[in-house]
């Protein structure tokens, strides 16, 4: 077939077409199979165009109608992001439903760095396990274009650390929002409770209430005694105090007695009571006198302060003691336990998933 490199045809040699000139069959049959044969090798059939036949780039949206290429025509993995120049796969050139998870490769549609929950336990294709390791810069350069050392710098030289989110929550970060102020991208943070208050209580017993007590000594004998030593606030032990009052009649004194008898009856009578019989009695004797009243300036029902020590007697004992506190002391306070709940950590119901990070 007379085809120039440019793929410029030219009819073969031989009798030419002339106006009223009679063609041969020999040329014209021989002519038109070569052009038959010309045209069929210059136009592909479903599946004659192959990537191997294209040169990269060479297929580009400018080339071809729109809707021309549909699915039907493309060899399964045909079209790759290599041979396909950037934005010419817009949707109004793809047919509906055209583009389906078959033709793409697992995560082609999700970007770079994107952090995803899966329900199994490794990675699948296109991504890595969020467990703090340490990968190639070059090998994934392009997840390290986008987070570079967030999550740690690797060896500094030729590798890179992916996030570790084994056993974590994932936390939105506060960008200046002050719920969680100060945070850095990427960092951690320990666990924390909250401040809070819990309501406890010493029983049933009300306020104003007694004790019992019940002890017991510990083997010293009963009914012995202790040397004691003390002083009452600024009083001397074994004291008086200053007593002040009056009786009815001075405290010393004497009565007259008339010793004069009426004659007729034997009985002291008043008619002598200027006999010159009359005499004074002996002052009284002791005697005396009821008094009521108090000690000075200090009631008689009082108490004093005792503070000091039993002597030097008895080794460390106790005595026997029962019955109840006296006094019910409105106002007093307890000792009260509150106990530690168990768990070595805080956290909600959860359950466990494989983080991984596109490539």
């Given at each position: 077939?007379?085809?120039?490199?440019?793929?410029?045809?030219?009819?073969?040699?031989?009798?030419?077409?002339?106006?009223?000139?009679?063609?041969?069959?020999?040329?014209?049959?021989?002519?038109?199979?070569?052009?038959?044969?010309?045209?069929?090798?210059?136009?592909?059939?479903?599946?004659?165009?192959?990537?191997?036949?294209?040169?990269?780039?060479?297929?580009?949206?400018?080339?071809?109608?729109?809707a021309n290429v549909t699915t039907a025509k493309l060899v399964?993995?045909?079209?790759?992001?290599?041979?396909?120049?950037?934005?010419?796969?817009?949707?109004?050139?793809?047919?509906?439903?055209?583009?389906?998870?078959?033709?793409?490769?697992?995560?082609?549609?999700?970007?770079?760095?994107?952090?995803?929950?899966?329900?199994?336990?490794?990675?699948?294709?296109?991504?890595?396990?969020?467990?703090?390791?340490?990968?190639?810069?070059?090998?994934?350069?392009?997840?390290?274009?986008?987070?570079?050392?967030?999550?740690?710098?690797?060896?500094?030289?030729?590798?890179?650390?992916?996030?570790?989110?084994?056993?974590?929550?994932?936390?939105?970060?506060?960008?200046?929002?002050?719920t969680d102020a100060g945070r850095v991208f990427g960092s951690?943070?320990?666990?924390?409770?909250?401040?809070?208050?819990?309501?406890?209580?010493?029983?049933?017993?009300?306020?104003?209430?007694?004790?019992?007590?019940?002890?017991?000594?510990?083997?010293?004998?009963?009914?012995?005694?202790?040397?004691?030593?003390?002083?009452?606030?600024?009083?001397?032990?074994?004291?008086?105090?200053?007593?002040?009052?009056?009786?009815?009649?001075?405290?010393?004194?004497?009565?007259?007695?008339?010793?004069?008898?009426?004659?007729?009856?034997?009985?002291?009578?008043?008619?002598?009571?200027?006999?010159?019989?009359?005499?004074?009695?002996?002052?009284?004797?002791?005697?005396?006198?009821?008094?009521?009243?108090?000690?000075?300036?200090?009631?008689?029902?009082?108490?004093?302060?005792?503070?000091?020590?039993?002597?030097?007697?008895?080794?460390?004992?106790?005595?026997?003691?029962?019955?109840?506190?006296?006094?019910?002391?409105?106002?007093?306070?307890?000792?009260?336990?509150?106990?530690?709940?168990?768990?070595?950590?805080?956290?909600?119901?959860?359950?466990?998933?494989?983080?991984?990070?596109?490539?």
């Amino acid at each position: 077939m007379p085809r120039n490199a440019a793929g410029v045809y030219t009819p073969p040699a031989g009798n030419p077409v002339v106006l009223d000139t009679t063609i041969s069959s020999s040329w014209a049959n021989t002519t038109l199979s070569d052009i038959a044969t010309a045209l069929t090798n210059s136009l592909s059939i479903d599946g004659s165009v192959t990537t191997a036949k294209l040169a990269d780039n060479a297929a580009t949206t400018a080339k071809f109608t729109d809707a021309n290429v549909t699915t039907a025509k493309l060899v399964d993995g045909a079209a790759t992001a290599v041979k396909l120049a950037s934005n010419a796969v817009t949707t109004d050139k793809i047919l509906n439903d055209a583009v389906t998870a078959e033709k793409l490769t697992p995560g082609a549609d999700t970007p770079t760095a994107a952090v995803m929950a899966f329900g199994i336990n490794t990675a699948p294709t296109g991504w890595l396990e969020c467990d703090g390791a340490a990968v190639s810069r070059t090998t994934y350069a392009d997840l390290f274009t986008e987070i570079g050392t967030t999550f740690g710098i690797g060896d500094g030289v030729t590798t890179f650390n992916v996030p570790d989110i084994r056993g974590e929550f994932i936390r939105g970060w506060d960008d200046g929002k002050g719920t969680d102020a100060g945070r850095v991208f990427g960092s951690t943070q320990a666990e924390l409770t909250a401040s809070h208050t819990h309501t406890a209580s010493s029983g049933t017993n009300s306020v104003g209430h007694t004790h019992s007590v019940s002890i017991t000594s510990a083997g010293d004998s009963v009914g012995h005694t202790h040397g004691i030593s003390i002083t009452t606030g600024t009083n001397s032990v074994g004291h008086t105090h200053s007593l002040s009052g009056t009786t009815s009649t001075s405290a010393n004194h004497t009565h007259t007695i008339n010793h004069g008898t009426d004659a007729g009856t034997g009985v002291i009578s008043d008619a002598f009571s200027n006999n010159t019989n009359n005499k004074p009695s002996s002052s009284a004797g002791a005697h005396t006198h009821t008094i009521s009243g108090t000690t000075g300036d200090v009631s008689v029902s009082h108490s004093h302060l005792v503070s000091g020590t039993s002597g030097t007697n008895s080794v460390v004992h106790t005595h026997t003691a029962s019955g109840t506190s006296a006094g019910h002391s409105a106002d007093h306070t307890h000792t009260i336990t509150v106990d530690a709940t168990s768990g070595s950590e805080t956290r909600p119901r959860n359950v466990a998933l494989l983080y991984c990070i596109k490539t």
